[in-house]
């Protein structure tokens, strides 16, 4: 895997047309996992294909949705050695509660992003 700082705007664009279709229910997980205290920082890891990363919220197809979500925290990043830097991811982190952080986890990238959910 390489980690490719630029998405394709194709590839965002089916990102984004999957994201709308769970971005309530990563929103309501978000608040979850801040309001449990398990971290401050929800990372939502996402893919086509089954990953070890974080717990299984939707899989691709219970919702029209083409990719699998999986719910995980800054923590899991940093014990697993994906993010190595913990100041520098934190100063990148967007606000929680306007922002969706998904780690995109493709055959030809990895990539963090951060996408704003939908307004109401």
């Not at 895997?1 to 590839?11: A, G, S, T, V």
């Not at 309501?28 to 801040?34: L, P, T, V």
């Not at 197809?61 to 990043?77: D, H, I, P, Q, V």
Request: aromatic residues 16%; proline residues 7%; contains cysteine.
């Amino acid at each position: 895997m390489q980690n490719d700082p630029e998405l394709n705007p194709k590839y965002l664009g089916k990102i984004s047309s999957d994201f709308v279709k769970v971005a309530e229910l990563l929103k309501e997980a978000s608040y979850q996992i801040r309001k449990r205290e398990f971290s401050d920082f929800p990372i939502f890891p996402v893919s086509e294909e089954n990953i070890p990363i974080g717990n299984l919220l939707y899989e691709k197809g219970r919702m029209e949705n083409k990719m699998n979500y999986y719910a995980s925290f800054l923590e899991e990043f940093l014990d697993r050695k994906l993010v190595e830097e913990k100041d520098k991811f934190v100063e990148a982190y967007r606000d929680p509660d306007e922002f969706c952080c998904l780690f995109i986890v493709d055959q030809q990238f990895t990539n963090f992003i951060f996408i704003p959910y939908p307004e109401d």
